[in-house]
């Protein structure tokens, strides 16, 4: 399914219900981004070719290799966002990662949920 098709199928009528944490042009751009910057128009061959040069293993994402790092993937996110909006494209241009938001979400519900929930940092 197409970013649009999704956006349209789960957006207004379902707000409140879903929120999508949706990469383009695929997951790995937001691993990518916990190690480097990439802000020009990709494919997901190529960002899954970089990515295995920061994280080797190929889908398998070794997580404890991501720990600390998540402020800079957010930053490079949110920022690679706001360009694409200065340059009248949607959020969701190419490159993009909507992860982060999810990953806010998670973080608040965790402080919510008190200190006995909370089992480390990003």
Same mark, same amino acid.
Request: one cysteine or more.
């Given at each position: 399914? @197409?970013?649009?098709?999704?956006?349209?199928?789960?957006?207004s009528r379902?707000?409140?219900?879903?929120?999508l944490?949706?990469?383009?042009?695929?997951?790995?751009?937001? +691993?990518y981004?916990?190690?480097?910057?990439? @802000?020009?128009?990709?494919?997901?061959?190529?960002?899954?070719?970089?990515?295995?040069?920061?994280? +080797?293993?190929?889908?398998r994402?070794?997580?404890?290799?991501?720990?600390?790092?998540y402020?800079?993937?957010?930053?490079?996110?949110r920022?690679?966002? &706001?360009?694409?909006?200065?340059?009248?494209?949607?959020?969701?241009?190419?490159? @993009?990662?909507?992860?982060w938001?999810?990953? &806010?979400?998670?973080?608040?519900?965790?402080?919510?949920?008190? +200190?006995?929930?909370?089992s480390? @940092?990003?």
């Open positions: 399914m @197409s970013i649009g098709a999704c956006q349209t199928q789960y957006g379902n707000a409140r219900k879903y929120r944490a949706i990469s383009n042009p695929c997951f790995e751009i937001w +691993p981004w916990h190690f480097k910057d990439h @802000s020009s128009h990709t494919t997901g061959h190529s960002i899954q070719r970089l990515l295995s040069q920061q994280l +080797p293993g190929g889908k994402i070794d997580c404890a290799r991501l720990s600390g790092r402020e800079a993937a957010r930053h490079r996110a920022g690679t966002e &706001d360009g694409h909006e200065r340059a009248g494209h949607p959020r969701s241009h190419n490159p @993009s990662s909507g992860v938001r999810l990953i &806010d979400e998670l973080l608040k519900a965790s402080a919510r949920s008190g +200190p006995a929930s909370k480390g @940092s990003l």
